[in-house]
């Protein structure tokens, strides 16, 4: 398994907000969250190389990435604050 670093993330309270409500509704923790979203952004850009997951498995692509069955729309799509239903 990977060694896990700690450190101290400064981070505006309402996008910590919006990020900690994402995580529950993906059923994640935030700190998963958090990592999902570097992975994700890491795959998008062409940065990501053979990083590990949170089990130690490694992948080089986005193909683990998948967002939930409730985020049929994109959140990037979507006003900040705003959720799926439209309802802010």
Avoid: C, H, Y
């Amino acid at each position: 398994m990977s060694e896990r670093k700690s450190f101290l993330l400064r981070v505006d309270r309402e996008l910590l907000d919006a990020v900690q409500r994402w995580a529950g509704d993906d059923l994640r923790s935030l700190n998963g969250q958090i990592e999902f979203l570097l992975r994700r952004a890491l795959s998008q850009s062409g940065r990501r190389r053979q990083i590990p997951g949170p089990a130690g498995d490694v992948s080089s692509d986005a193909a683990n990435d998948v967002p939930s069955a409730a985020n049929t729309e994109s959140q990037d799509e979507r006003p900040f604050g705003v959720d799926a239903t439209g309802e802010p």
